[in-house]
């Protein structure tokens, strides 16, 4: 199947802990976003890699780092989770230039205990 | 500012009739507007988008108006079934649509 996955689809961990979320795309698109979703359901993206370079970085925490080790994958690594990380995290990937659909992942479901 | 404004946040139709979304946005260069449906537990569907260069986009039961001059467009849905509940998102491309900036969000129910 063509799709944007992510793993894993849940993480429950405690607070303070460190944790992986992985994106791969086999779509050939170019650009990679990683979103979150509160529990109001507000989405709000975080990062944005085109060809594994970093092009957008919103107000996050220094705790959440993006890595890109190519154009299909991109990865979250979060540092000294809180409570508050807790949330529903999404992938998402499009082709480069300006107009393009954004396909998103199933979401990965991070709850901080 | 890259501000996306959604109303309703909630919304509640008999099958069969239609259901409006309405965004206002705040950025005039914007050029790019797509819906996106959300199904419990899944992740957002692109449903339509629309372009600055047109005004209106149809696809079967579903339409977008644009109104630039105004800053805000609408989703339509037309005959709802209840596969049409679900959270509906509008956005807007911001940074040469590089970047969507999401609205809160519409819970639509559609009641049988």
């Known amino acids: 199947d063509t799709a944007v996955s992510q793993t894993p689809k849940y993480l429950v961990t405690q607070m303070g802990n460190d944790k992986s979320i992985k994106c791969e795309q086999n779509l050939g698109h170019d650009t990679m976003y990683w979103y979150k979703q509160d529990s109001k359901k507000f989405l709000k993206i975080m990062f944005s890699y085109n060809n594994k370079e970093l092009i957008i970085n919103e107000t996050v925490p220094n705790r959440f780092s993006p890595k890109s080790p190519d154009k299909a994958h991109l990865n979250l690594h979060i540092n000294s989770l809180e409570l508050g990380d807790s949330a529903v995290y999404f992938c998402?990937?499009?082709?480069?230039?300006?107009?393009?659909?954004?396909?998103f992942g199933p979401g990965t479901r991070l709850l901080v205990l | 500012g890259e501000n996306v404004e959604q109303h309703p946040s909630t919304l509640s139709v008999q099958e069969g009739d239609s259901a409006v979304i309405k965004c206002t946005y705040s950025?005039?260069?914007?050029?790019?507007f797509p819906w996106y449906k959300q199904e419990l537990g899944k992740g957002p569907q692109l449903i339509i988008d629309?372009?600055?260069?047109?005004g209106e986009k149809k696809d079967q039961r579903i339409a977008v108006t644009l109104n630039k001059t105004a800053k805000h467009f609408s989703l339509h849905i037309t005959e709802t079934q209840p596969e049409d509940s679900a959270v509906y998102f509008c956005a807007v491309g911001f940074q040469g649509a590089q970047k969507l900036v999401f609205g809160q969000g519409t819970r639509l129910t559609i009641n049988p």
């Open positions: 998402a990937s499009k082709l480069a230039g300006g107009q393009e659909t954004q396909y």
């Open positions: 950025d005039s260069a914007s050029n790019y």
């Open positions: 629309i372009r600055s260069n047109v």
